[in-house]
């Protein structure tokens, strides 16, 4: 299993520019979900999905969109993208006999300028 | 909304020596409290978890230890190695929020050889 794969690794977006993230999982997991790690604040939930078809709003949604039309696929859109959306994305799945341990992707390290 | 709070956010130590990290949450409903390693580069990995029903619980030179009455949670590492070095977070979660996870800021250990 390649587990949660994410792209790209790097992105530098233009103020104002929109972009899709990536985010597979082979685990079939149910559960998954977007984190925004900036340094020195922890991760942040943006966004999370208890199946295909529902998401929900985490603790920083806001500039965000996402969609989950298949188990497996989690994209993240950033819309209008601004500088205090520099950060390091990253995503996880969790699911079968423990929803709470949470699996992550590698991440994406996204400049805005 | 629940609130983890994590300390210190940098620790050095002596190869040999323990370690500890503490954690407080806001919410007395947190009833899964995970603790995560991420290596530069990397995502976050689930090292050892604990649910509210238990004190203590412990992994080789891992443990970690939860006071429900006073709302902290804390990460033991003995006989730290070199490896060991990487940056930890605490989170927390209660039931029916579909898998989600509050983390704390993290704390960067240096294990020095």
């Given at each position: ?60 949604p ?52 | ?22 954690c ?25 978890d ?39 977070f ?24």
């Amino acid at each position: 299993n390649a587990g949660v794969t994410q792209t790209p690794k790097f992105r530098i977006l233009k103020i104002g520019q929109s972009m899709t993230l990536q985010c597979t999982q082979d685990m079939n997991h149910n559960y998954m979900y977007w984190y925004r790690q900036d340094p020195g604040m922890g991760l942040k939930l943006i966004y999370y999905s208890v199946g295909a078809g529902i998401t929900d709003k985490g603790e920083v949604p806001n500039g965000y969109n996402v969609s989950r039309s298949t188990t497996e696929d989690f994209p993240l859109r950033l819309e209008l993208a601004a500088p205090s959306q520099t950060s390091v994305y990253f995503c996880a799945s969790s699911g079968g006999d423990t929803i709470y341990e949470q699996y992550f992707g590698p991440g994406t390290r996204l400049t805005v300028t | 909304g629940e609130n983890v709070e994590q300390h210190p956010s940098t620790l050095s130590v002596q190869e040999g020596d323990s370690a500890v990290i503490k954690c407080t949450y806001s919410d007395s409903a947190s009833n899964y409290f995970p603790w995560y390693k991420q290596e530069l580069g990397k995502g976050p990995q689930l090292i050892i978890d604990i649910r509210s029903n238990v004190g203590e619980k412990k992994d080789q030179r891992i443990a970690v230890t939860l006071n429900k009455t006073a709302k902290h949670f804390s990460l033991h590492i003995t006989e730290t190695q070199p490896e060991d070095s990487a940056v930890y977070f605490c989170a927390a979660s209660k039931n029916n929020q579909g898998g989600k996870l509050i983390f704390g800021q993290g704390t960067e250990l240096s294990v020095k050889p």
